[in-house]
């Protein structure tokens, strides 16, 4: 008995993963498969929903290298879909935002992109390891999620004995529409930093928004 109520919870359990995955290919446009699926609460219901990273089929966008063998350079982009009444709805879509995970990383490697759901927000993030990191942040508001906020660290040497790295530190928050620059100017023997540490008002008009961003390699945060 117990060893058919077992399989019983097993066949249901892959009947509903499998109509899952149908639900959420419907919302791929042609040419584009699913490259990542993030849950999490978008809308503040209480409610998991749901981001794809969807990437591009284009045969022509995968080539052949002579170190690295075959690489798929398509682009990727992102869906995001909020859910009703225990379906989901489309709220936003932007198809090709995001470089490939395999573009040129010239001495280093490409910046590695990841995407999280937390406190109610959308966080992309790009991390380039000893060359550091940008963050974006979005939040849901209508039909689409704007940008407000960015935290960048970008790589410095500091302390003319020691010539250790350390990492400048950029954050902007455009609901106060105020930047926060902390630049290393010392670092001691033990890896301790000493920050200079400035705030500036910036300029904010509309807020940007995700489905608008073409490329966010693109992107001049430095503007602000």
Request: charged share 25%; aromatic share 12%; net charge neutral.
């Amino acid at each position: 008995m117990k060893k058919t109520l077992a399989f019983l919870a097993t066949i249901i359990a892959i009947a509903v993963f499998a109509q899952n995955s149908v639900s959420l290919n419907s919302f791929v446009p042609s040419g584009f498969v699913i490259f990542e699926t993030i849950k999490g609460d978008l809308n503040k219901d209480g409610v998991q929903d749901c981001v794809l990273i969807i990437k591009g089929t284009n045969k022509n966008k995968i080539i052949r290298d002579q170190y690295k063998g075959t690489l798929d350079q398509n682009r990727r982009g992102i869906v995001v879909l909020i859910k009703n009444n225990g379906t989901y709805e489309l709220t936003c879509k932007n198809l090709n935002c995001f470089s490939s995970e395999n573009e040129d990383g010239g001495v280093y490697y490409a910046p590695e992109l990841s995407v999280e759901i937390n406190n109610n927000k959308l966080y992309i993030n790009y991390e380039h390891g000893r060359y550091g990191s940008k963050k974006y942040t979005f939040r849901f508001e209508g039909s689409d999620f704007q940008l407000i906020g960015f935290d960048e660290t970008s790589q410095s040497f500091a302390g003319a004995k020691y010539q250790i790295a350390a990492f400048d530190e950029t954050s902007i928050n455009f609901l106060s529409k105020k930047k926060q620059i902390k630049e290393v100017i010392s670092v001691n023997a033990l890896g301790k930093e000493t920050y200079n540490t400035v705030w500036k008002n910036i300029s904010v008009g509309r807020l940007l928004k995700l489905s608008e961003i073409n490329d966010f390699d693109e992107l001049d945060m430095m503007r602000y």
